[in-house]
């Protein structure tokens, strides 16, 4: 402190020398500043509900708008009202009917925006053939999504005799108890309220613990490249039930293209779904593994085992 | 409280210009702390508002996408005689975008009635034959061909995709008495060969009139 104080700096109040007088400004000429500066109990208090009130609009506000915002196209609009937390949805596969035509897995390719190779796919179908010594060979050429050649292509299978044969859609089974949501390093990878196992595809870093986690091997990396579903390639990829459709009301792309009905979609209340459910009992697909998986079947799949 | 008012001392601002700033510094403060309760409240309490790294953000682009497939139903507003026609018949389970291929952007423009549009894509046989060639695993229940083993090249010529219903195959029109076999003249050395896809081992009359007999036709191709 070599320099000197300007006389309107604050005075030091650790000296113990009585304090010049001239230093000092008159009280009376501080105390508009005072006044200004100094927070009293009624401004303490509307600071306070200021607050609070911005809080509690703010809830009211975001009670008032809906959780997806609609700014899609007029044609296609979600419904303004769509909360994930006001639905559980039901996937019914019915092997007994399924034609293995592949137009399922060429209709989610070009609803999401798949890449082309057969390899990466979000759905795909096998063909289940018995022979007549109790062998089952599944085969499932490109994913089905060229359909499938009149005999099976699977090793071992070919001139045997076949006691039974039949087609099987799988997808991602969107599990209750998801072993891909458990093991993801990042937190990429979460569930909906409605049930439905997204991907974040900014926050996964393609390690792809959870496309081995998953029983079902319904996970896939999707290659860097212009054709991904997210816009971001090197990074887990599944079904996601087409979720940008059934938040517009519509259903999944592979349920709507299916020329016989062997996928169903929609809530457990939903005529069609309850009656299936009550009246057929359709069965998860390997329930030993414990995922609890929420696609159910019904047919000669869920029926031989 | 002697000892606040020392503090107060110490700290109290002396002139104008200290005043306001710290006046303005309290006010700066209390807004921005105000901003970051605002929008924390707003995340909490409106899980999918759009912020970069809030997971469940995620949940609203994967909603918002864009579809391809725009559903029967859309069809169906303005192609009403086809989809009827598809309702009553075999066909009813299937959608119109199995055959058509994905029209979403088609019913996004919606062209108004009689606006001259370029006509659907009419499917070729690949799309017939993706369900009815005759496949291990294919339910009993599903009609199906042997493609190599069929009449004609192309499936349309004879068949309605939207009722299944099949025009007849050409009826005998001459006498037939007196007459050496059919394969006389309609097989492969005859002067009005049939059409190559025919089974190989069905050239006795027998097999010819089966079809081709005045009034007669393949009665599984009808609409059944």
Redesign the interface.
């Given at each position: 402190m070599t320099e000197p104080l300007l006389p309107?700096d604050?005075v030091p109040?650790a000296t113990s020398e009585p304090v010049d007088p001239a230093l000092l400004?008159p009280l009376t000429e501080?105390a508009?500043?005072?006044h200004?500066?100094s927070?009293s109990r009624r401004a303490f208090l509307g600071?306070g509900l200021?607050?609070t009130g911005?809080?509690v609009g703010?809830?009211v506000?975001?009670?008032l708008?809906p959780?997806?915002a609609d700014?899609?196209?007029a044609?296609?609009p979600?419904g303004s009202s769509?909360d994930?937390a006001t639905k559980q949805w039901t996937f019914i596969v019915d092997t007994?009917?399924?034609?293995?035509?592949?137009?399922c897995v060429a209709?989610c390719k070009?609803?999401n925006n798949i890449p082309e190779e057969a390899a990466y796919t979000r759905t795909w179908v096998e063909?289940?053939?018995v022979t007549a010594d109790g062998t089952v060979y599944a085969d499932s050429p490109e994913a089905g999504i060229n359909?499938?050649?009149?005999?099976?292509t699977a090793p071992g299978a070919a001139g045997q005799p076949?006691e039974d044969?039949?087609?099987e859609p799988r997808l991602c089974m969107q599990c209750a108890n998801s072993p891909c949501t458990g093991v993801c390093p990042v937190?990429?990878t979460?569930k909906?309220p409605d049930g439905v196992i997204?991907?974040?595809?900014?926050?996964c870093i393609g390690c792809g613990y959870c496309v081995v986690a998953c029983p079902y091997g319904a996970r896939y990396l999707v290659p860097a490249g212009e054709t991904t579903p997210?816009g971001i390639g090197g990074v887990a990829d599944k079904c996601?039930w087409?979720?940008?459709?059934i938040?517009?009301g519509?259903?999944p792309?592979c349920v709507?293209?299916?020329?016989?009905?062997a996928r169903k979609f929609g809530e457990a209340t939903d005529p069609e779904i309850a009656t299936i459910l009550a009246e057929r009992a359709p069965k998860q697909l390997h329930p030993e593994y414990g995922t609890e998986p929420r696609v159910l079947y019904l047919g000669p799949s869920v029926d031989r085992a | 409280m002697r000892r606040a008012r020392?503090f107060w001392?110490?700290v109290?601002?002396?002139?104008?210009r200290?005043?306001?700033l710290?006046?303005a510094a309290?006010v700066v403060a209390?807004v921005a702390?105000?901003i970051g309760?605002?929008a924390g409240?707003?995340m909490a309490?409106?899980?999918?508002v759009t912020y970069?790294?809030d997971?469940?953000s995620?949940?609203?682009?994967?909603?918002?996408?864009?579809?391809?497939?725009?559903?029967?139903a859309a069809c169906a507003e303005c192609h009403k005689p086809q989809v009827a026609d598809v309702a009553a018949a075999p066909?009813k389970?299937?959608?119109c975008?199995?055959c058509h291929a994905?029209l979403?952007a088609h019913?996004?423009e919606?062209p108004a009635p009689g606006a001259r549009i370029l006509p659907l894509a009419v499917p070729g046989n690949a799309a017939c034959i993706?369900?009815h060639?005759?496949?291990?695993?294919?339910?009993a229940s599903?009609h199906t061909i042997d493609q190599w083993q069929h009449y004609k090249p192309v499936c349309l010529d004879c068949h309605d995709p939207h009722t299944t219903a099949a025009t007849r195959p050409p009826q005998v029109m001459h006498p037939l008495a007196n007459l050496p076999e059919c394969i006389t003249c309609h097989g492969p050395e005859g002067f009005k060969a049939r059409n190559i896809r025919h089974p190989d081992e069905a050239t006795d009359d027998v097999s010819c009139l089966e079809c081709h007999a005045k009034g007669r036709g393949p009665e599984q191709e009808t609409g059944q």
């Open positions: 309107t604050p109040t400004v501080l508009p500043a005072i200004a500066a927070v600071f200021a607050i911005g809080l703010a809830a506000l975001a009670k708008t959780v997806f700014d899609s196209p044609a296609y979600i769509y994930p007994a009917s399924c034609i293995g035509c592949g137009m209709a070009e609803e063909r289940h053939v359909g499938f050649p009149p005999d099976s076949i044969s039949w087609f937190g990429a979460y909906t997204l991907v974040d595809a900014r926050r997210s996601t087409c979720y940008h459709r938040s517009r519509q259903k792309a709507e293209i299916c020329p016989v009905g | 020392d001392a110490t109290r601002p002396r002139t104008r200290g005043a306001i710290a006046t309290i209390a702390v105000s309760v605002l409240a707003a309490w409106t899980p999918y970069d790294l997971r469940t995620n949940a609203r682009t994967w909603a918002t996408r864009q579809l391809d497939f725009a559903g029967s066909h389970t299937v959608a975008e199995s994905a979403g019913v996004a919606r993706a369900c060639n005759d496949t291990t695993g294919r339910p599903l």
